[in-house]
């Protein structure tokens, strides 16, 4: 029983790797190995988790058989509901409101502050949580947020962009309200009190992203999705709008005629549900980091596990683009704390170099992420030139203190303030030492399909941000999906209020597209071995899980 | 003959103490930690929170981005032989040999209710909403109790000088765990009069810049309309066209 001795963050196995690395430096300062050509391109494309074969099946039952899906979120959609019919009493109300929204993002967040300017009350809106208000993706956005507001940009320049992007896959409609409504939502983040990186003049501040033509992204500092949300989420408290937290949905009920008319909400610590009852839900559960398809490490936060979609599916609303999934090439490989976590494109676009355990440069460092994400995929095993850490896992390092090299004594405090903290943490010092990445899953490209006012094909059912699909098509943008959270949260905000207004009466509650779908699953011969949603992954050690006896 | 594991499979393999928990023969290094006074050997090298998953917790409450952002694992600890009180996030710090351990679910403290709109910009606004930060002892106990090595106390005094651009900027990277508020000896809520003070920064001193009050009209008076309408029926073919053409702004 001894603890790990580490030399400047490292173990000392892994220092004496860095040496080389260091010794290299100097030789490798002036040279990056060429881009690859369209052959090689294709040729490493095919160790991409995306395009590697395996990994992915049909969808064989409901709106979307017969598509392709990762196998992770396709047990999920083939999965049996967590209740039964019969267990949940629907004649008791809970929460009888006009509009429900699921999920505390900056979609869900944002939309609940619309409809409220909308003239909804305060008590007629009820967000939900799964963890505690705030906790999401949105919360950990560094790079910032896209909004074409320079004068030599223009919303058509984003729109073609996000298009490209997207590989043609976005629906065109939909792009169009990204774009075009991206000003006015940093005109609403300025009165809402957003402190937004600005220069001398009082101008934006405003930066390169990866695929864009021109410099628009806003940043807040590197903390531009917590300082989104907690301004938003502030604003949300001062209005009293009824907020639960713990108490994800696990169901959403319909009208049995195919009209969304609320969910079942479930108290994560007592075990009882509650009936929400709605005139309009709103779904903005965000994405799937944590299924870790195909066996990656994610960026995303505790609560991503795909529930929105599971949900949805299930009362007959119509998926699209779910088989891309985006993986970042870097993402932290070390220390274990860290492991996933985003080290942002910028570090390469400032010189920091991909090098393998050899200290040789191998790859050129800005091409298109997902060539470059296979290029340290083969490095690491095809090649075996990767570096293995204490925990078994493989990665590269990235050349860090070349940044400094090339662009002079203290740029890494100036422009990575919080990822230099992040390394401090562990004693690694990002300045002297290079940091070991490997690919990382990043991103839900698709979901469940949307259109400009964030309606689904199931009526009184909207959706907005990372659960969404149509917005990015096959593949994001950074910058875009801040943007996606706060157009579509508000847009879906402001339709559901529309919306709402124009039921008349109150819903009937049913569980009837439930039953309909179990009655799939097993005329399809699926055994009811799975259930989703999921709810949170799970991480508990396999000793303990073993001999683990259910009491209480 | 036995099948050669794909690269896809090994990398699952290789990646798995994050994804689907450790495996016990894995591991080399072991620490005792106590878990709510219960004592657990776990994996050295892990984090707070992976350490307790380890041990066979699951948490609902107290994890959230699992990266350094949200606050959410608040946690106070104690090593054996030390009187100091420690603060940290279970997610971003590293196990230690005899640790004592436990979670702060949740952090009660008041917040003020406000319309921005309708606040005076200055040092009146702070104190109306919270006469506590009156009862500041200087005593830098929420300085040393912040997980994101903040300058708490210094904003607290920028605040009751009314200093707000001081407290906005010192204060931003604040990820509002709750820790300071629940042990300040004077009971301010620090991150919540922070938050009121960088928003009334915000609101009223960062103005809106020219350039995206002129994009704004133009989108209003409807500038791109023709455009939009070529563009938005553009096929595939076309929009790749287009894409092509486009011309990068220079560096």
């Known amino acids: 029983m001894s603890e790990i001795k580490y030399i400047r963050g490292y173990p000392e196995y892994m220092c004496k790797l860095i040496n080389i690395v260091n010794k290299t430096r100097m030789k490798r300062k002036d040279y990056d190995p060429p881009a690859m050509s369209k052959e090689e391109r294709k040729e490493v494309l095919n160790l991409h988790p995306d395009y590697a074969h395996g990994g992915k099946r049909k969808i064989s039952i409901g709106q979307n058989k017969g598509d392709i899906g990762p196998n992770e979120v396709v047990d999920l959609l083939e999965a049996y509901p967590l209740i039964e019919e019969g267990e949940i009493d629907l004649s008791q109300i809970d929460y009888d409101v006009d509009i429900l929204i699921i999920g505390g993002g900056l979609a869900g967040t944002t939309a609940a502050i619309w409809a409220n300017d909308q003239g909804v009350s305060p008590d007629k809106i009820l967000l939900t949580n799964k963890l505690r208000h705030g906790d999401s993706n949105s919360m950990m956005a560094e790079g910032g947020t896209q909004a074409a507001d320079r004068p030599n940009d223009s919303p058509l320049i984003h729109f073609l962009d996000a298009m490209g992007g997207g590989h043609y896959a976005n629906k065109p409609d939909v792009v169009k309200g990204l774009v075009e409504d991206a000003p006015l939502i940093m005109h609403w983040l300025l009165e809402l009190g957003a402190m937004i990186d600005r220069e001398e003049n009082g101008d934006f501040t405003e930066k390169w992203g990866g695929g864009t033509c021109r410099k628009r992204m806003h940043a807040c500092r590197d903390y531009t999705g917590l300082e989104e949300l907690r301004v938003i989420r502030d604003e949300f408290r001062n209005r009293k709008i009824l907020c639960l937290e713990y108490y994800p949905a696990i169901e959403l009920l319909t009208d049995g005629e195919g009209r969304a008319t609320g969910a079942v909400l479930w108290n994560c610590e007592t075990g009882d549900y509650k009936i929400a009852r709605a005139k309009a839900t709103i779904l903005a559960t965000g994405g799937f980091g944590r299924l870790h398809i195909r066996g990656f490490p994610t960026t995303n936060h505790y609560g991503a596990t795909c529930d929105g979609v599971v949900l949805a599916y299930r009362t007959g609303a119509k998926l699209r683009d779910v088989d891309t999934v985006q993986y970042h090439p870097t993402g932290a490989a070390y220390p274990q704390q860290i492991i996933g976590l985003l080290l942002t494109e910028k570090l390469r676009s400032m010189g920091a170099q991909p090098v393998n355990k050899d200290g040789e440069a191998f790859v050129f460092p800005l091409e298109p992420r997902d060539v470059e994400a296979s290029a340290f995929i083969r490095e690491c095993y095809v090649r075996e030139k990767g570096v293995t850490t204490p925990t078994g896992m493989r990665g590269i390092w990235l050349d860090t203190p070349l940044i400094e090299i090339k662009n002079g004594e203290g740029t890494i405090d100036n422009a990575f303030p919080g990822m230099r903290r992040m390394f401090n943490r562990f004693d690694i010092d990002m300045r002297k030492d290079p940091v070991l990445v490997f690919p990382t899953l990043h991103y839900q490209n698709g979901g469940v399909e949307t259109d400009p006012e964030g309606k689904t094909n199931v009526q009184g059912l909207f959706v907005a941000g990372e659960v969404s699909g149509g917005v990015h098509g096959k593949n994001r943008l950074m910058g875009n999906s801040t943007l996606d959270c706060m157009v579509y949260g508000r847009r879906s905000g402001i339709y559901a209020a529309k919306y709402a207004k124009t039921v008349k009466g109150r819903g009937k509650l049913s569980l009837e597209h439930m039953k309909k779908y179990v009655n799939m699953l097993k005329k399809a011969g699926i055994k009811p071995e799975r259930r989703a949603p999921i709810l949170l992954p799970e991480y508990r050690g396999k000793a303990v899980l073993a001999r683990m006896i259910d009491i209480f | ?251």
Not at chain 2, 147 to 157: F, G, K, R, T, W
Request: proline share 3%.
């Open chain 2, 1 to 251: 003959m036995k099948e050669k594991k794909s690269i896809m499979d090994r990398i699952a393999e290789s990646n798995k103490s994050v994804t689907t928990g450790i495996d016990e023969k894995d591991i080399k290094y072991w620490v005792t930690i106590y878990i709510m006074g219960k004592a657990y050997k776990v994996p050295d090298g892990l984090t707070i929170m992976q350490s307790m998953e380890f041990a066979g917790y699951r948490f609902v409450r107290s994890a959230g981005c699992r990266a350094g952002f949200c606050g959410a694992c608040a946690t106070v600890y104690r090593k054996a032989g030390d009187y100091k009180l420690q603060t940290a996030m279970a997610c971003q710090t590293r196990v230690e040999e005899g640790m004592y351990l436990v979670q702060i679910p949740f952090a009660p403290a008041e917040k003020a209710t406000y319309d921005i709109n309708k606040e005076k910009y200055n040092i009146g606004v702070l104190f109306k909403h919270y006469p506590e930060l009156a009862r500041c002892l200087a005593c830098n106990t929420c300085t040393k109790s912040c997980p994101q090595e903040l300058e708490v106390m210094d904003y607290i005094q920028a605040a009751i000088k009314g200093d707000f651009k001081a407290v906005a900027e010192e204060s931003f990277d604040c990820i509002q765990c709750g820790l300071c508020a629940i042990r300040c000896p004077a009971e301010l809520v620090q991150y919540h009069i922070a938050q009121l003070a960088r928003r009334m920064y915000g609101h009223y001193e960062c103005h809106e810049p020219e350039h995206l009050k002129i994009r704004l009209k133009e989108i209003e008076k409807g500038k791109y309309k023709e455009d939009w309408n070529k563009l938005i029926k553009a096929t595939v073919k076309e929009l790749e066209k287009f894409y092509a053409d486009r011309e990068r702004e220079p560096d």
